[in-house]
């Protein structure tokens, strides 16, 4: 992803954060085999927290109910990231993580992704960049066929291994 920035990352909190506040069962199960919506949004609470904490603000556990974790991670992590030293790399990767679970939720509920094409296609970018032609180990599925006029988030979840028909 080319010079993410903090509004990249505001941009996609919001996107993300409006899907889990309209989670209508915390126990459906999303496209990430073994977790139910729940387990999904303490991942990305617990990983906002630890990127917070590679970006040197204190890191702790997340807690309270999955909604006030996952905002409260999200207020540690664009702290963390808000800073003129911020490491862009770790940025992207991070959004490039939000994106990836903000389609899973939406899958997880039926509802509208709406998370932002652009940074969609410069994660796509990014992560194509990174991977090909190389291991990709246990964080990231196989690459899945997606249609090549799919929206920019789809093809980002294919190209990450999930299922997008």
Do not use: K, Q
């Not at 917070?52 to 207020?75: I, T």
């Amino acid at each position: 992803m080319d010079d993410p920035n903090i509004d990249d990352l505001d941009r996609t909190v919001a996107a993300v954060d409006r899907l889990l506040a309209a989670v209508p069962d915390w126990d459906a199960p999303t496209p990430c085999t073994g977790w139910d919506v729940r387990a999904l949004a303490a991942h990305l609470a617990l990983l906002n927290l630890r990127f917070a904490g590679l970006a040197g603000e204190p890191a702790g556990e997340p807690e309270g109910d999955p909604l006030a974790a996952w905002r409260a991670s999200a207020a540690a992590l664009r702290a963390a990231f808000d800073r003129p030293d911020a490491d862009g790399e770790r940025l992207a990767l991070r959004i490039t993580d939000l994106l990836a679970h903000g389609w899973d939720l939406a899958r997880a509920t039926g509802r509208p992704a709406g998370l932002p094409d652009d940074l969609a296609e410069r994660s796509l970018a990014f992560v194509r960049e990174r991977l090909d032609g190389r291991p990709r180990g246990d964080a990231f599925g196989p690459e899945r066929p997606a249609p090549g006029d799919a929206p920019a988030i789809d093809r980002l979840a294919a190209y990450l291994g999930r299922d997008v028909r």
